[in-house]
């Protein structure tokens, strides 16, 4: 019994030894993990070995066992120690303590800040948002994520860049704006503080009102594009259309954007007017200046008229071909053909028609047509047959410039002889300018001045013609028998050139 006093006085308690130890590092980094490993020379003989940390008990283990640390906050710095309950001698149990070692978990990036550029943002433009850290020294290859928040809510999270791009912010994307950095294992992480981000708007101005075709030419049937656009101004923008003319409102769009377009799928003629546009952001209404939309029609099928009743007439004769498109937007280009070869062309600035005058000089005869273009279309119009044959009178003009024109020349018996100029007057004039169906009688010049000269041979037929000048031919016309006159003496006659006109 006394032995047993004896030991239990003897048993040491709480003592320091080199029989139980500590290992564990001095220094860490937040989100390390830190093992704190206590032992024993015989960790067998350990039967509550308990760790502390700035003197207070932080795990007790019934053996041999190390304390971890998984993610180390600086709240985890501090000095660490451990006490082991071992058995002593016999059924003596004994406490042995090491000695505290300090740890210091260091911080591994600051809290980072937020930096918004441009500083004061315009709606429509692109932001950049920057989340600026520092890694320790020793750390610099450790790996963050960024994530970027709008009064709270994500906008970009696990972003691997400390930058991020917005294209275009708004009015309403205005707010409080913060950044986080985290590392990838998302042990540690940070958020800076809030920025407050105020998007400025831009009112509009410089609204313009352009037209697609351009210059406010539109075409008949075809498609008009209405562009309105402004110089400047941001949001949503309220375009709307109207015509000034006629006060009527052609429709509206609300977009953001600088430029909207309102189509008219198929023009008319009742298109044609003036109009413009207005611009609406906020309270800032701006109108543009009007344009004047012209509706410019392409030909369609021209017309040709021949002024020769029943498509015939004489050689000598003067026609007229006609070609009009009664609806085409001038300037028109009309053109003429015969037989496929062009005889010319005129080109007219307004609307309506043009007329070609052909002298029938020879024998004419055939298929005619006339071609219309305005710049948009080509048409040509249906063939016209035209017959042109020998005049059926009993007289004729003979080398001048038309067949009402020229030294006179009478028909007996299949031949051809001249008339005297004794006594030839102007009433002679005009019964032969009636009977060739020219217009008034105009002149009465020598036969020689119409080269060549008659032949030797060619008789004189009328040498007097006393005409009262009502008579419808020279046949009707009283005549002197007598025969004296030469071909010097030959008459010549001038009627005016009358063209035929059956339109």
Same mark, same amino acid.
């Given at each position: 019994?006394?032995?047993?006093?004896?030991?239990?006085?003897?048993?040491?308690?709480?003592? %320091?030894?080199?029989?139980?130890?500590?290992?564990?590092? %001095?220094? #860490?980094?937040?989100?390390?993990?830190?093992?704190?490993?206590?032992?024993?020379?015989? =960790?067998?003989?350990?039967?509550?070995?308990?760790?502390?940390?700035?003197?207070?008990?932080?795990?007790?283990?019934?053996? &041999?066992?190390?304390?971890?640390?998984?993610?180390?906050?600086?709240?985890?710095?501090?000095?660490?120690?451990?006490?082991?309950?071992?058995?002593? +001698?016999?059924?003596?149990?004994?406490?042995?303590?090491?000695?505290?070692?300090?740890?210091?978990?260091?911080?591994? +990036?600051?809290?980072?800040?937020?930096?918004?550029?441009?500083?004061?943002?315009?709606?429509?433009?692109?932001?950049?948002?920057?989340?600026?850290?520092?890694?320790?020294?020793?750390?610099?290859?450790?790996?963050?994520?960024?994530?970027?928040?709008?009064?709270?809510? #994500?906008?970009?999270?696990?972003?691997?860049?400390?930058?991020?791009?917005?294209?275009?912010?708004?009015?309403?994307?205005? /707010?409080?704006?913060?950044?986080?950095?985290?590392? &990838?294992?998302?042990?540690?992480?940070?958020?800076?503080?809030?920025?407050?981000?105020?998007?400025?708007?831009?009112?509009?101005?410089?609204?313009?009102?352009?037209?697609?075709?351009?210059?406010?030419?539109?075409?008949?049937?075809?498609?008009?594009?209405?562009?309105?656009?402004?110089?400047?101004?941001?949001?949503?923008?309220?375009?709307?259309?109207?015509?000034?003319?006629?006060?009527?409102?052609?429709?509206?769009?609300?977009?953001?954007?600088?430029?909207?377009?309102?189509?008219?799928? @198929? !023009?008319?003629?009742? *298109?044609?007017?003036?109009?413009?546009?207005?611009?609406?952001?906020?309270?800032?209404?701006?109108?543009?200046?009007?344009?004047?939309?012209? @509706?410019? !029609?392409? @030909?369609?099928?021209?017309?040709? =008229? !021949?002024?020769?009743?029943?498509? *015939?007439?004489?050689?000598?004769?003067?026609?007229?071909?006609?070609?009009?498109?009664?609806?085409?937007?001038?300037?028109?280009?009309?053109?003429?053909?015969?037989?496929?070869?062009?005889?010319?062309? !005129?080109?007219?600035?307004?609307?309506?028609?043009?007329?070609?005058?052909?002298?029938?000089?020879?024998?004419?005869?055939?298929?005619?047509?006339?071609?219309?273009?305005?710049?948009?279309? #080509?048409? %040509?119009?249906?063939?016209?047959?035209?017959?042109?044959?020998?005049?059926?009178?009993?007289?004729?003009?003979? =080398? $001048?410039?038309?067949?009402?024109?020229? %030294?006179?020349?009478?028909?007996?018996?299949? *031949?051809?002889?001249?008339?005297?100029?004794?006594?030839?007057?102007?009433?002679?004039?005009?019964?032969?300018?009636?009977?060739?169906?020219?217009?008034?009688?105009?002149?009465?010049?020598?036969?020689?001045?119409?080269?060549?000269?008659?032949?030797?041979?060619?008789?004189?037929?009328?040498?007097?013609?006393?005409?009262? /000048?009502?008579?419808?031919?020279?046949?009707?016309?009283?005549?002197?028998? #007598?025969?004296?006159?030469?071909?010097?003496?030959?008459? $010549?006659?001038?009627?005016?050139?009358?063209?035929?006109?059956?339109?």
């Amino acid at each position: 019994m006394l032995l047993w006093l004896l030991l239990l006085v003897l048993v040491p308690v709480g003592i %320091r030894s080199d029989w139980l130890s500590i290992e564990m590092p %001095r220094h #860490a980094y937040e989100g390390d993990r830190v093992v704190v490993a206590c032992s024993g020379e015989n =960790n067998s003989k350990i039967k509550r070995l308990m760790y502390y940390k700035n003197g207070h008990r932080i795990a007790t283990y019934h053996s &041999a066992s190390s304390y971890t640390i998984s993610n180390a906050r600086s709240s985890d710095s501090g000095s660490y120690y451990c006490k082991a309950d071992r058995t002593w +001698f016999l059924f003596v149990d004994t406490t042995e303590e090491t000695t505290s070692v300090r740890l210091t978990v260091q911080e591994l +990036f600051p809290a980072p800040r937020l930096t918004v550029r441009p500083l004061l943002p315009t709606e429509g433009n692109s932001v950049t948002l920057s989340c600026d850290t520092r890694l320790a020294p020793d750390r610099s290859r450790t790996q963050l994520r960024y994530s970027f928040f709008r009064d709270g809510h #994500a906008l970009k999270s696990g972003w691997s860049s400390s930058e991020f791009g917005i294209s275009a912010l708004w009015k309403e994307d205005s /707010g409080y704006y913060s950044c986080e950095a985290m590392t &990838a294992t998302r042990s540690v992480s940070r958020r800076s503080l809030q920025s407050h981000v105020e998007v400025q708007r831009i009112p509009v101005s410089g609204v313009l009102l352009e037209t697609q075709p351009p210059g406010g030419q539109a075409f008949e049937g075809n498609r008009l594009v209405l562009v309105c656009s402004v110089a400047e101004g941001t949001g949503e923008i309220t375009f709307s259309w109207h015509r000034e003319d006629t006060g009527e409102s052609l429709g509206s769009k609300s977009q953001r954007s600088q430029r909207s377009e309102l189509d008219i799928l @198929v !023009i008319g003629e009742s *298109h044609a007017g003036r109009y413009y546009c207005t611009a609406k952001s906020d309270d800032d209404l701006i109108q543009s200046e009007a344009v004047n939309i012209t @509706v410019r !029609i392409p @030909v369609s099928q021209p017309v040709l =008229n !021949i002024s020769a009743p029943g498509a *015939h007439t004489y050689i000598g004769d003067i026609v007229e071909l006609h070609c009009e498109d009664k609806r085409a937007s001038p300037p028109v280009l009309y053109s003429f053909y015969h037989e496929n070869v062009s005889l010319g062309n !005129i080109s007219v600035s307004s609307g309506g028609g043009v007329s070609f005058t052909l002298s029938l000089t020879t024998n004419r005869s055939g298929n005619y047509f006339c071609e219309a273009d305005n710049g948009l279309v #080509a048409q %040509r119009s249906e063939v016209v047959a035209l017959n042109v044959t020998e005049a059926p009178f009993k007289v004729r003009l003979v =080398n $001048g410039r038309h067949r009402c024109e020229g %030294r006179v020349e009478v028909e007996q018996d299949g *031949h051809w002889g001249t008339v005297c100029d004794d006594g030839w007057d102007m009433k002679d004039v005009a019964v032969l300018c009636r009977e060739l169906g020219c217009g008034a009688a105009k002149h009465t010049p020598a036969g020689m001045l119409y080269p060549p000269v008659a032949e030797e041979n060619q008789p004189v037929f009328i040498q007097v013609a006393l005409c009262n /000048g009502t008579e419808e031919a020279l046949a009707e016309c009283e005549q002197v028998e #007598a025969f004296d006159c030469g071909h010097d003496e030959d008459a $010549g006659a001038v009627c005016e050139a009358l063209l035929l006109r059956p339109f």
